[in-house]
């Protein structure tokens, strides 16, 4: 049953929509954005038609040919051509946008020449309508011989026709030819076809062009089809130069049948307008930062009683845990352990929703593309171009998706150097550690009446991450060579009013993940770290026990100061205890004691769990009685030796330097290697951004001390 279900692919150029529709489809709330570079991999989902019938429908990158200039369009090509692929489908729907067909239709008119059975949506009808754009559906269809349907995905209104379409399409393609492919190579692509059993002309010419890109040709087929073109002296560019004018001659036929315009677009009119402020050589930077500078004001000022309430709860919880759970290991486990380890994390969660609203606002308005615009001059002068950009910034939710998104980057020398420095960018795993150090030593106190100091400290992180990734990426372009040049075209969406429904499921499903995938590694390493923080070599403990056993040790103290001490002591010669004290001649230059070592080794595996670790650690080497958050806890940590308190201005500054520069996070690390296929450069990365860090964090401490 599984074998013959509807395979549908939805196809479009960047900005149409594309995962809008799906998502109206499916229900699985993928993330959508006003600006290129979304959908960065296929993506799979399935609707139920009216017959009671599943289908599943596949979301391909956007892309405006069937040539590819990155990663993700190859994609594209790849799904539509291969019968072999998993994803291989019955049915293509080409999502196009009304207010600009001239463009999108050349996608159509090469996907129709696959010999794929076609449907056309018309998407954002209600912005061609608002422009005076006059299409005449019926004679549009008719000319092409398809099924199209009318949509403005944005309102969900036609996605019940378009499943209709769906329901009610052949197997066969009715589409009709849009241009004489075999004109432009005849010899080449008869024998081409012949070589590989391609019953497709088009399909036989476009592997001429791709054939090194294509995973489903060995070897000897790609030497082949080289070797044939050599014979015809073939010449791709000119082919496609051809091709492109024969296809714009044919949909300018079209248009001129069934499309009018009487005036242009009243969006894009205001949306020009705003452009002429918001990309403006200098206003534009001023208001970018300006913006900057709302968002991380807002989210010290707005998550302050959120925080202070979820602080409470934990608190709480420890109480009744210690009140009404029996004593013994099981509960210092479940309390000093996993509650303790969670509590350190989930306390940010209000501000890892923030920010996801504000970058999702951003994104969906239209000005992400804008800032990507803007900084394609500068992105140049250091090695990069102006789609780097939407990773970097992307890269302050999280390096992941990021650096995947670099498949948009045509250039393999700039995609590196992109991939090499988003992990640079300040991403939302780092605002925990860094709103909780600036609450410890930047004072609560307003600038000018209006400036939240707090919150200008914040910024300042951040943007001078955004800093240092674009003076490596300037190092790293006279260190790695390439002989291939870099340009950037892209398209500018008009702006419109961000959906808040895709506002609160991107927070959602951000403070979602963050809470599941974050949650199991803290736990785990909460539970793993108590271990190794609450036992020790024997004789040690021992040591320890039998030292304040004796009168004379234990002479005036109060029971709770003595308690805190064996705690204390107990901790210091615990296996962690070694492990921290062990590197803690190597990190003490930085201001670090060996309780920060410890978290610096753990939070390897996320840097979130950094916080866990210290909620973990000052709840076993804290007193039962008193139930502190982990800011107070943390606020109130002395130093046995010098009686100073250990997280000063000096030490705080020197940690957030150093999360701010070192790569803390494996799954990074994977997701480099898995896009790079070579160990090598994750390797690089870890060793530089570490470096940096170590030196930059020296730096600062004994500057601050």
């Given at each position: 049953m599984?074998?013959?279900?509807?395979?549908?692919a939805l196809v479009?150029?960047?900005?149409?929509?594309?995962s809008t529709?799906f998502?109206?489809?499916?229900g699985l709330?993928?993330?959508?954005?006003n600006f290129?570079?979304?959908?960065v991999?296929k993506?799979?989902?399935f609707?139920?038609?009216a017959?009671?019938?599943?289908?599943?429908i596949?979301?391909?990158?956007?892309?405006?040919?069937?040539?590819?200039k990155?990663?993700d369009?190859t994609?594209?090509?790849?799904?539509?051509?291969?019968?072999?692929?998993?994803?291989?489908?019955?049915?293509?729907v080409?999502v196009?946008d009304?207010?600009?067909l001239?463009?999108?239709?050349l996608?159509y008119?090469?996907?129709?020449d696959?010999?794929?059975?076609?449907?056309?949506t018309?998407?954002?009808?209600d912005l061609?309508?608002?422009?005076?754009?006059?299409?005449d559906?019926d004679?549009?269809?008719?000319?092409?011989?398809i099924?199209?349907?009318?949509l403005?995905?944005?309102?969900?209104q036609?996605?019940?026709?378009?499943k209709?379409?769906?329901?009610?399409?052949t197997?066969?393609p009715?589409?009709?030819p849009?241009?004489d492919v075999?004109?432009?190579?005849p010899?080449?692509?008869?024998?081409?076809s012949?070589l590989l059993t391609?019953?497709?002309p088009?399909?036989a010419l476009?592997?001429?062009h791709?054939?090194?890109?294509?995973?489903?040709?060995t070897?000897s087929q790609?030497?082949?089809?080289?070797a044939?073109?050599?014979?015809?002296d073939?010449?791709?560019?000119?082919?496609q130069?051809?091709?492109?004018?024969a296809?714009?001659?044919y949909i300018?036929?079209?248009?001129?049948d069934?499309?009018?315009?009487?005036?242009v677009?009243?969006?894009?009119?205001?949306s020009?307008?705003?452009?002429?402020?918001?990309?403006?050589k200098?206003?534009?930077?001023?208001?970018f930062?300006?913006?900057?500078?709302?968002?991380?004001q807002?989210?010290?000022?707005?998550?302050?009683?959120?925080?202070m309430?979820?602080?409470?709860?934990?608190?709480?919880?420890?109480?009744i845990?210690?009140?009404?759970l029996?004593?013994g290991?099981?509960?210092?486990?479940?309390?000093?352990g996993?509650?303790?380890?969670?509590?350190g994390?989930?306390v940010f969660?209000?501000?890892i929703?923030?920010?996801?609203?504000?970058?999702?606002?951003l994104?969906?308005?239209?000005y992400?593309?804008?800032?990507?615009?803007?900084?394609d001059k500068?992105m140049?002068k250091?090695?990069?171009?102006?789609?780097s950009?939407?990773?970097?910034?992307?890269?302050?939710a999280?390096a992941v998706?990021?650096?995947?998104s670099?498949?948009?980057?045509?250039?393999?020398?700039?995609?590196i150097?992109?991939i090499?420095?988003?992990p640079?960018?300040?991403?939302?795993?780092?605002l925990?550690?860094?709103?909780?150090?600036?609450s410890?030593v930047?004072p609560k106190?307003?600038?000018l009446g209006f400036?939240?100091?707090q919150?200008?400290?914040?910024?300042?992180?951040?943007l001078?991450?955004?800093?240092?990734a674009i003076?490596?990426?300037?190092?790293m372009?006279?260190i790695?060579?390439?002989?291939?040049?870099?340009?950037?075209?892209?398209?500018?969406p008009?702006?419109r009013?961000?959906?808040?429904?895709?506002?609160?499921?991107?927070?959602?499903e951000?403070v979602?993940?963050f809470?599941?995938?974050a949650?199991?590694?803290?736990?785990?390493v909460?539970?793993?770290?108590?271990?190794?923080?609450?036992?020790?070599?024997?004789?040690?403990?021992?040591k320890?026990?039998?030292?304040?056993?004796?009168?004379?040790n234990?002479?005036?103290?109060?029971a709770?100061?003595l308690e805190r001490?064996?705690?204390s002591?107990?901790?210091?010669?615990?296996?962690?205890g070694?492990?921290?004290?062990s590197?803690?001649?190597?990190i003490?230059?930085?201001?670090?004691?060996?309780k920060i070592?410890i978290?610096l080794i753990?939070?390897?595996?996320?840097?979130e769990?950094?916080?866990?670790t210290m909620a973990?650690?000052y709840?076993?080497?804290?007193?039962d009685?008193?139930?502190?958050?982990?800011?107070?806890?943390?606020?109130?940590?002395?130093?046995?030796l010098?009686?100073?308190?250990v997280?000063?201005?000096?030490t705080?500054f020197?940690?957030?330097?150093?999360?701010?520069f070192?790569?803390?996070?494996?799954s990074?690390?994977a997701?480099?290697?898995?896009e790079?296929?070579k160990?090598k450069?994750p390797l690089?990365q870890?060793?530089y951004?570490?470096?940096?860090?170590y030196v930059?964090?020296?730096?600062v401490?004994?500057?601050l001390?």
């Open positions: 599984l074998k013959n279900r509807l395979k549908v479009g150029n960047p900005n149409t929509g594309k529709i998502n109206a489809l499916t709330n993928q993330k959508i954005g290129p570079g979304v959908t991999d993506k799979t989902g609707t139920k038609l017959d009671g019938e599943t289908v599943e596949i979301d391909l990158p956007g892309t405006y040919s069937l040539y590819p990155s990663a369009e994609i594209v090509f790849e799904v539509l051509t291969n019968p072999n692929n998993s994803s291989y489908p019955n049915l293509v080409i196009a009304a207010t600009n001239k463009r999108n239709l996608l008119t090469q996907i129709a696959l010999g794929l059975p076609v449907i056309i018309l998407n954002m009808m061609a309508v608002k422009g005076n754009i006059e299409i559906i004679a549009f269809a008719k000319r092409l011989n099924v199209v349907v009318p403005a995905a944005r309102k969900s036609g996605i019940d026709e378009l209709n379409a769906i329901q009610y399409a197997k066969v009715l589409q009709l849009t241009i075999e004109d432009i190579a010899e080449l692509i008869k024998d081409i012949e391609i019953k497709n088009y399909i476009q592997t001429s791709q054939h090194q890109n294509l995973n489903y040709l070897k790609n030497e082949a089809i080289k044939l073109k050599i014979k015809h073939f010449h791709s560019q000119k082919a130069a051809a091709e492109t004018i296809r714009y001659n300018n036929d079209i248009l001129l069934t499309v009018k315009y009487t005036s677009a009243l969006e894009e009119n205001i020009n307008k705003i452009d002429h402020y918001l990309t403006h200098v206003w534009g930077f001023v208001i930062i300006g913006i900057l500078f709302a968002i991380f807002s989210i010290f000022a707005w998550s302050e009683y959120p925080m309430l979820i602080e409470t709860v934990f608190v709480w919880l420890a109480e845990g210690y009140t009404y029996p004593a290991v099981f509960t210092n486990l479940l309390i000093d996993v509650l303790a380890g969670l509590s994390v989930m969660i209000p501000q929703a923030l920010l996801f609203a504000f970058i999702a606002v994104e969906d308005t239209g992400m593309s804008r800032v990507t615009f803007m900084m500068l140049r250091v090695g990069l171009n102006g789609k950009v939407v990773p970097l910034i992307g890269g302050l999280c998706p990021s650096i995947m670099t498949r948009t980057i045509e250039n393999w020398k700039d995609r150097i992109t090499m420095v988003t640079l960018v300040g991403c939302s795993a780092r925990p550690i860094y709103t909780l150090l600036i410890l930047v106190k307003m600038l400036i939240n100091l919150g200008l400290v914040l910024m300042s992180l951040f001078m991450s955004i800093v240092m003076l490596v990426a300037w190092v372009k006279g790695i060579r390439s002989k291939a040049k870099g340009y950037f075209i892209m398209e500018l008009v702006y009013m961000p959906r808040w429904n895709n506002v609160g499921i991107t927070m959602y951000s979602k993940t809470v599941t995938q949650g199991k590694v803290i736990i785990a909460s539970i793993i770290l108590w271990v190794l923080a609450s036992y020790g070599p024997s004789d040690r403990f021992e320890i026990d039998l030292k304040y056993a004796k009168i004379e234990i002479k005036g103290l109060p709770d100061e001490i064996i705690a002591e107990k901790l210091e010669n615990s296996y962690a070694i492990l921290g004290k590197i803690e001649p190597s003490k230059p930085l201001g670090f004691d060996w070592g978290a753990t939070s390897f595996a996320a840097r769990v950094f916080v866990g973990t650690l709840s076993v080497d804290g007193d009685t008193k139930m502190e958050s982990v800011r107070e806890k943390m606020a109130n940590a002395k130093n046995p010098t009686g100073q308190v997280f000063t201005t000096a705080a020197s940690l957030m330097i150093f999360y701010a070192a790569m803390q996070c494996m990074t690390m997701v480099v290697y898995r790079t296929k160990i450069w690089i870890f060793t951004m570490l470096v940096l860090a930059s964090s020296f730096v401490y004994q500057l001390k």
